[in-house]
């Protein structure tokens, strides 16, 4: 890969992928809300930000997410629901890649090869998921899952190389999860990064479409 754009790129993870790809030898391009004012949850904001943009690029990765949304955490239980909680985890993990994907057609190859990978995470399948909880997180996520799914459709007919695919980092040791990794197993943000970098070189198009975790294995939907 020569070229890669990596967005949420302040972030534990995105600022691990931007700096893995470099090291990979990629000349990588950064949007971030910290350091570009790139905010997520305002369509002009992204519009303008990516259409300034001039690609084509080899990787797109999308680091943004957010397990807590403002004073909204992860619900432990029904009764825990807000509507204006989700609203946000809705508007945060699936609305602004939406967006994202809406606004960076121009900068996807039309023929040559490209990855445009989203994070997502574990809990946001519904096959997997087996203890409940953490519903608006997990809703949102799934969510995405399946605008990721949509899209890899319809950019397969437009840019014929494109490979879109939704990815499952595990759990990183970022401030991110810090409240929440409990004894769940985790990693340093840059091994994390290597092995996302990994599966996305591993790619082709048959993968297209699809829900991958770290190590490459597809995760139920």
């Known amino acids: ?30 949007l971030s809300r910290r350091v570009d004012g790139f905010d997520l949850g305002n369509e002009a904001s992204v519009k303008a930000a990516l259409s300034s943009l001039e ?15 403002g004073a909204y955490e992860p619900e432990k239980s029904l009764s825990a629901i807000s509507a204006a909680g989700m609203a946000d985890q809705f508007a945060v993990n699936a ?20 990855v445009f990978a989203i994070l997502s995470a574990r809990v946001g399948s519904i096959g997997d998921n ?24 319809e950019l397969g007919r437009t840019h014929k ?37 990994s599966v996305i070189d591993a790619f082709t198009l048959e993968h297209t479409g699809g829900f991958f975790d770290y190590a490459g294995e597809a995760v139920p939907w």
């Not at 302040?10 to 893995?20: M, P, R, Y």
């Open 1 to 30: 890969m020569n070229t890669a754009l990596v967005i949420g790129a302040s972030g534990g993870i995105g600022q691990a992928v931007g700096l893995e790809l470099e090291r990979r030898g990629a000349s990588v391009t950064r």
């Open 55 to 69: 690609g084509p690029f080899d990787v797109i990765f999308v680091a943004t997410g957010a397990l807590t949304v």
């Open 95 to 114: 609305i602004g890649p939406a967006l994202i994907l809406k606004h960076a057609r121009h900068l996807i190859p039309k023929t040559d090869r490209c």
């Open 130 to 153: 087996t203890i409940g909880g953490w519903t608006g997180y997990r809703a949102a996520k799934a969510a995405l899952n399946q605008i990721v799914r949509s899209a890899s459709i």
């Open 161 to 197: 190389g494109c490979i879109c695919a939704a990815l499952h980092p595990g759990t990183v040791e970022t401030p991110f999860t810090a409240k929440y990794a409990g004894r769940h197993k985790t990693v340093p943000a840059e091994v994390a990064a290597g092995n996302l970098i």
